[in-house]
């Protein structure tokens, strides 16, 4: 059993920052992917990015490459995700997702077995 701890959300004007920050506890795994998603009112979840827990290799969504960075603490069992050069169009919940095996692109949500209660980030014209 995995939990999954979101936080780091909130109101920010369109060209600002925001650090998500999500912890996983209760199990560990030898091999693994944590990835963020989010959703929009009315709107299917989307992949945003992803990590592999070991060797760090990274995927991105095209709308948020140079904008968004992921990023791990392995100690601390923590994922991050920088969001830069926020828009309006970022504005949704945002949900982190681990997968208990390594997945080589890890877009989709399905590949992923639990997840986080999610953080609300909201981007002002």
């Known amino acids: 059993q995995v939990q999954l701890v979101e936080s780091g959300g909130g109101l920010v004007q369109a060209g600002g920052s925001l650090r998500l920050s999500c912890a996983a506890s209760?199990?560990?795994?030898?091999?693994?992917?944590m990835g963020w998603f989010r959703q929009a009112p009315g709107k299917e979840r989307e992949f945003v990015a992803a990590i592999s827990w070991s060797g760090g290799s990274t995927n991105y969504a095209d709308g948020v490459k140079g904008r968004f960075t992921i990023s791990r603490d392995n100690a601390k069992n923590t994922v991050f995700l920088q969001m830069n050069s926020l828009e309006p169009g970022d504005t949704a919940v945002y949900y982190c997702?681990?997968?208990?095996?390594?997945?080589?692109?890890?877009?989709?949500?399905?590949?992923?077995?639990?997840w986080g209660q999610g953080t609300q980030v909201t981007v002002s014209s």
């Open positions: 209760g199990r560990t795994f030898s091999s693994y992917t």
């Open positions: 997702a681990l997968g208990v095996r390594h997945i080589v692109m890890a877009t989709a949500a399905s590949d992923y077995d639990y």
